[in-house]
């Protein structure tokens, strides 16, 4: 016999409700009666059949399974799922019979299964609906007698023991790419095999898990405007390259960041693509670890492309599959633009801004579009004139750092270089310039407990520098503003550049500051995490926690004189960036629970928050990691600087901008 065991239970019970099943569906098979067939149209590459099966007692012995032609016999099967004698559902591989779950089945218990199959492949999967499709077979071998099977185009079934029947009923066959589990799969021709994803117009991420068959073959995935009919239709590309490495699609040619060979097992991947400026990014590993493409370039053919709403997998070699999965995607959501990378930003008129990654400078324009781009970075001030500052500090000697300044015209032209001496580690806090274009540095050297202030008229020509202890500096014109903790108090102090004092206040308590600027009018804004509780005039900020940790981020306003304006705690664990216009204060930074979620935060100058035009950021759902600096523009434009966590472990910058 085909079936271990001889199904040797009476089949009495139940045989009343299996009977009624039987007329229902006319399609039953009974011990010691013949073959049940029903033909279906010629199937010759991937396709699924469904149907329900109704054992009429537990002890049965009988198969279902597909063939090429009506079967007359076991051989004739090529896929097959038996209802055992030990009271079981298992199916057969190549020229066993085995299940990756044990099912046990009941009598008159009706079972929807699904079956996924590739006849190029000769290989098939089955699933059993138990609430969701539960896997019993995955990746099964054809019987061994049908391994060169071409075409499939007919159910059987037949009872092996000696009582006992079989329903099926409910037959549906379906040729696609789907399968039981949520996943598509596109084989070595069949063309490109897609799905519709959220309509990314600015910032768009998708994620998925990517299976290849084999190591060599040439399977594509990307994203595109609308399903894509040839590879020139793909704006991204990732790829299972035949060399047997995983590259990614930069502008016109494959490439990666770093050698990632590929095996036949399953690879989480995420694609990240900024449509404004036509880039994207791939990573790979279950928490973003490994970044594969950093801001490669769309294909030339999509280079002009205005969204992405399709996610499509090809295997253009002659053999092959590639098993998409789990695929999710978000889409921003009141954002202008974006760049991946940390920047330094100085805004312009009109949405504009120049911005540095610390190795390249660019004018952007309201859209994000580059207008001038040079080859030096730094941290960043423009004048009144459009003229921009790049400042950058570099060791000379152990003891010694060099600040070097460079000034270009609107268009990045190179006006002039400047240079002083600092204390090593000094680390620039901000760039500004005065009303008469001179500009102005402020550093700070952490292990020295001091910082400068250094300035350079609007020719290139040093000044006067500033120097005095503290922990954090701000530029105001041509005055530096100055925080520490002394013994207890957190002092504030306005200094002239010869070091005359302006004014000082202490408040009693400790608080780490994290930045310190000034407004269009000359108020004083600065704040970070709060030590102790501390009255800066408007009453005592109280201290705060959850079971992870302090909740303590504050900022305080104070008036050109340095009068109290405005103190207030932020519902943040710490502050990282401050900025503000005049009218408006963005507040950003990080709030702890078991996890880093990303905050950012407006207010009046009133205290009043409202919303800072962010309602998603599309980098990733659950909106986790650390913001950090914040810049914003005449018109309440917001240019933030965020690290995103992915899922949770590793953090990557990027700098998202309102619209």
Not at 418 to 445: E, H, P
Request: charged share 15%; proline share 3%.
């Amino acid at each position: 016999m085909d079936a271990a065991g001889s199904g040797s239970a009476d089949g009495t019970a139940g045989t009343g409700d299996h009977t009624a099943a039987l007329e229902a569906c006319g399609a039953v098979a009974t011990a010691g009666g013949p073959w049940w067939n029903e033909g279906f149209p010629d199937q010759t590459r991937r396709f699924h059949v469904e149907f329900d099966a109704t054992p009429s007692t537990a002890g049965l012995d009988a198969v279902i399974g597909l063939a090429s032609g009506a079967a007359a016999g076991f051989t004739a099967l090529a896929a097959i799922v038996r209802f055992n004698a030990s009271g079981s559902i298992d199916v057969r591989d190549g020229d066993t019979y085995h299940a990756i779950f044990d099912m046990p089945y009941s009598a008159g218990t009706t079972y929807h299964i699904r079956i996924d199959l590739d006849v190029r492949t000769r290989r098939y999967s089955v699933f059993v609906l138990l609430g969701t499709y539960t896997a019993i077979a995955r990746d099964y071998a054809f019987r061994t007698e049908q391994a060169g099977a071409t075409v499939l185009n007919d159910i059987a079934s037949k009872v092996d023991g000696a009582s006992g029947s079989v329903a099926v009923c409910g037959l549906a066959v379906i040729a696609d790419a789907t399968t039981a589990d949520g996943c598509v799969v596109a084989s070595a021709g069949d063309g490109f095999v897609t799905q519709p994803v959220r309509d990314a117009s600015v910032v768009g991420t998708v994620t998925f898990r990517a299976t290849p068959s084999d190591p060599g073959i040439d399977g594509v995935i990307g994203q595109s405007a609308g399903a894509p009919a040839t590879f020139s239709d793909l704006a991204t590309a990732v790829r299972f390259s035949p060399a047997g490495v995983i590259d990614a699609r930069d502008g016109d040619t494959y490439r990666s960041d770093f050698n990632m060979g590929y095996s036949a097992r399953s690879f989480d991947i995420r694609m990240t693509s900024d449509v404004t400026s036509h880039t994207y990014s791939v990573f790979l590993g279950s928490s973003g670890a490994s970044e594969l493409a950093r801001q490669y370039r769309l294909r030339p053919t999509q280079a002009a492309a205005t969204h992405l709403d399709h996610v499509s997998v090809i295997v253009d070699g002659p053999t092959g599959s590639v098993a998409l999965c789990s695929v999710t995607s978000a889409a921003s959501s009141g954002v202008a633009y974006s760049r991946e990378g940390g920047y330094a930003v100085a805004p312009l008129p009109g949405d504009a801004a120049v911005i540095s990654d610390g190795v390249t400078t660019q004018r952007l324009d309201a859209a994000g579009k580059t207008v001038a781009q040079i080859a030096d970075g730094g941290e960043l001030a423009v004048d009144a004139l459009g003229n921009a500052f790049v400042a950058s500090i570099a060791s000379a000697t152990p003891a010694v750092a060099t600040l070097s300044v460079r000034k270009y015209d609107p268009g990045l032209a190179l006006r002039w270089t400047a240079s002083a001496s600092l204390l090593a580690g000094s680390r620039i806090q901000m760039v500004a310039t005065d009303a008469a274009g001179n500009v102005l540095i402020g550093a700070a050297a952490s292990a020295d407990g001091s910082v400068t202030a250094t300035e350079f008229t609007a020719d290139g020509a040093f000044a006067s520098e500033l120097s005095a202890p503290g922990d954090a500096v701000g530029i105001d014109g041509d005055q530096a503003v100055v925080a520490w903790n002394d013994s207890g108090t957190l002092r504030i102090t306005r200094y002239n550049l010869d070091g005359g004092i302006a004014w000082s206040r202490g408040f009693t308590g400790r608080a780490a500051i994290t930045q310190i600027t000034a407004d269009p009018h000359h108020a004083v804004l600065f704040g970070g995490e709060l030590i102790d509780s501390i009255d800066f005039g408007g009453g005592a900020l109280p201290l705060r926690s959850n079971p992870d940790g302090t909740i303590d981020g504050f900022f305080v306003l104070l008036s050109q004189a340095g009068d109290h304006l405005l103190s207030r705690t932020v519902g943040q664990s710490q502050v990282n960036g401050l900025a503000t216009n005049g009218e408006n204060i963005a507040v950003s930074g990080v709030l702890r629970t078991q996890l880093h979620h990303l905050a950012l935060a407006q207010f009046g100058t009133n205290g009043r928050s409202f919303s800072t035009g962010f309602s998603s950021l599309g980098i990733n759902a659950e909106e986790l990691g650390d913001g950090g600096r914040v810049a914003i523009g005449p018109s309440g434009r917001i240019w933030w600087n965020l690290s995103s966590k992915f899922p949770v472990i590793v953090g990557f910058p990027y700098l998202l901008v309102t619209q």
